[in-house]
Nanobody, 122 residues
Framework: QVQLVESGGGLVQAGESLTLSCAAS????????MGWFRQAPGKEREFVAI????????TYARFVKGRFTISRDNNRSRVFLQMNFLKPEDTAVYYC???????????????WGQGTQVTVSS
């Protein structure tokens, strides 16, 4: 198993940046595909970005449009989400998740963090 703890959320204005961090503990971090998902009030949880065990493999949701960057540090067992040019519609709880295979669907992810709130004001 792996335990995940997100940090770095907060309140920002539109156009500003935030970097989310997820710290993992437990089984070897490098065995897992890591993903960031988000859930806004009244909406389903949705895929934001994922990164393979090898850092060069990444996939982003269309609404990211080059604004977000996912990265990982296997030596520190951490995954990051750099978010630039934030918009009010990016407001959501952001979750870090781990899976054993590469997939953008939430059903593939067995391990989840508790989430961190990101609020973007207009």
């Amino acid at each position: 198993q792996v335990q995940l703890v997100e940090s770095g959320g907060g309140l920002v204005q539109a156009g500003e940046s935030l970097t989310l961090s997820c710290a993992a503990s437990g089984r070897s971090f490098s065995d897992y595909v890591m993903g960031w998902f988000r859930q806004a009030p009244g909406k389903e949880r949705e895929f934001v970005a994922i990164i393979g065990q090898v850092e060069t493999t990444t996939t982003y949701a269309r609404f990211v449009k080059g604004r977000f960057t996912i990265s990982r540090d296997n030596n520190r067992s951490r995954v990051f989400l750099q978010m630039n040019f934030l918009k009010p519609e990016d407001t959501a709880v952001y979750y870090c998740a781990a899976a054993t295979y590469y997939h953008t669907g939430t059903q593939a992810y067995a391990y989840w963090g508790q989430g961190t709130q990101v609020t973007v004001s207009s």
